[in-house]
């Protein structure tokens, strides 16, 4: 039904001239502004800084996020988080597969019945998605050809080998249409093709109907399947040799980190030839974002279009040892990229403000005039977007991470599939400790291992994280980190939210040194 969206568009006006912030003053619309919402896979903000494209026509046409996170470094669980504005601990899903993870728990545990889509669906909007949903879907759904609620068009594989590229199948709004291993069928160009499609076909048959698109391609996710044309590129390109690439030193690491030997030849050889691919795959994703700025300039709806760019979830390559994966709790598998560009978004607008992956599902949400769950974890990005200054802010992002062991997805052909295939984590794989952690706005990383080990970095100091300084720092810091973690761990909503601004008062900060 879209007989609401006249009365969202009064809500968004309202909006709207509550909104001051900085830049040009933008025309007022006539409709709720449409959202595409790009989410790369395995994207660390390294190789995002290569991409051409999403640095011209997003990042410098808009807002970048400097200082975004997730809170689980993990395919499935990230994703839930995007859709719902949860963490993992309100929402149960920790994994890739069952029983605590993937698209059989969500699934299962009727977490679909209220994400973004659905919202925003009822608030007047055509939905559509586009490319990777959750990991195992649509095992244990009641067909292949199931679509998830909220959703007016629906293109998501649904069988084969998405990850490699090609040979797959994808429903197709509830028909099953299978790909091949032949360049068309490149299925990165594809997702393309669909979503361009799509808001051509939403704007020409829904005139005054926004719409939101969720563009979620596989790229740059290994095996990193370049499309035939960018097989060649980036000859001799290696991985970064960050300080922490390869570390020499990680004696005072948990015991998980610390049994890891130095990198051999082989395998940094491997590091290296990954990252090219990764590089190569990403080309494609690259043209898809001018393929869609350009369908919406086009079609008229750039002006009134809010295109966030974003990843999933981090990765290392080399760093502390590991070989290519993601699941830790280190800054390269956190941080992620996310640019936006859109209605009052001032150009050139760089944001430090700590962001995360749980704000996804509120700033949707308050772009289309309507409110968000009480039961929403995060915390809407818009007047940030638009240059604002709030009163308060988050000052510490919850981490987390469960170790129980993914023996992958049954399929319905009786196989079994990796609950996140191709991911070489280091041969760590779910060996990795559970933890919770707190990565802090005043520069401190802190986890706790659930076998009673604990990290602590001042990242102000020591960037690369090559120093665990928990043995020597103040225990007063250690005390108020411990204590403060365990208000986030369990807490949800508005509770939550204010557990955010337990900070250190001005008079601790000047108290305490840099860990040195």
């Not at 390559?317 to 994966?325: A, C, L, M, P």
């Not at 810091?477 to 403060?484: F, N, S, T, V």
């Amino acid at each position: 039904m879209v007989h609401s969206v006249h009365g969202k568009a009064l809500a968004w006006l309202l909006l709207l001239s509550a909104c001051g912030g900085g830049g040009a003053p933008q025309s007022v619309p006539d409709k709720p502004p449409n959202i595409v919402f790009i989410l790369a896979d395995d994207l660390d903000v390294t190789a995002a800084a290569q991409m051409v494209q999403v640095k011209s026509l997003v990042t410098q046409a808009g807002a970048q996020f400097r200082q975004h996170r997730v809170s689980l470094s993990l395919c499935c669980p990230s994703r839930v988080t995007g859709l719902r504005g949860q963490f993992a601990h309100n929402t149960g899903i920790f994994k890739n597969g069952a029983p605590d993870g993937g698209f059989q728990a969500t699934y299962s545990t009727g977490l679909e019945n209220s994400t973004v889509a659905t919202w925003l669906r009822g608030a007047g909007y055509r939905t559509a998605m586009f490319g990777k949903y959750l990991n195992g879907y649509p095992d244990t759904a009641p067909s292949a050809t199931y679509i998830p609620p909220g959703w007016d068009e629906w293109i998501s594989p649904n069988g084969g080998t998405p990850y490699k590229g090609f040979n797959y199948t994808m429903n197709e709004n509830g028909s099953t249409v299978s790909y091949g291993g032949t360049a068309p069928a490149y299925i990165t160009d594809v997702i393309s093709a669909r979503a361009t499609s799509f808001i051509r076909r939403a704007v020409a048959d829904h005139p005054g109907q926004p719409f939101f698109a969720y563009v979620a391609p596989y790229a740059p996710h290994s095996p990193a399947t370049p499309a035939p044309r960018h097989a060649n590129t980036y000859p001799g390109v290696k991985a970064p040799r960050t300080a922490s690439f390869d570390e020499a030193d990680v004696s005072d690491k948990p015991s998980w980190v610390a049994a890891l030997p130095r990198l051999t030849a082989t395998q940094i050889d491997d590091i290296d030839a990954l990252h090219r691919k990764r590089l190569q795959s990403l080309l494609a994703v690259d043209e898809m974002v001018k393929a869609i700025v350009d369908t919406l300039r086009d079609t008229g709806q750039l002006d009134n279009t809010y295109l966030f760019f974003a990843s999933d979830n981090g990765y290392h390559e080399g760093h502390h040892r590991f070989e290519s994966g993601k699941n830790t709790g280190y800054e390269e598998d956190l941080m992620v990229p996310l640019s936006v560009r859109g209605p009052g978004v001032p150009t050139g607008l760089v944001i430090d403000r700590f962001t995360a992956n749980v704000d996804y599902a509120p700033t949707f949400a308050e772009i289309a005039g309507i409110g968000a769950p009480s039961s929403v974890d995060g915390r809407s990005l818009l007047g940030l977007m638009r240059g604002q200054t709030p009163a308060s802010w988050r000052e510490a992002l919850l981490l987390e991470h469960k170790s129980d062991i993914d023996d992958g997805i049954l399929r319905r052909d009786g196989t079994w599939e990796p609950a996140d295939p191709f991911d070489l984590n280091s041969g760590t794989g779910d060996a990795i400790t559970g933890f919770s952690g707190l990565r802090t706005a005043d520069g401190y990383t802190y986890i706790e291992y659930e076998n009673g080990e604990r990290e602590l970095y001042d990242n102000g100091v020591d960037a690369a994280q090559l120093r665990n300084a928990y043995a020597t720092a103040p225990s007063a810091l250690k005390a108020r980190l411990a204590a403060w973690l365990a208000s986030l761990k369990t807490a949800s909503g508005s509770g939550l939210r204010q557990a955010e601004l337990a900070s250190m008062s001005r008079r601790r900060r000047r108290v305490l040194q840099p860990l040195a």
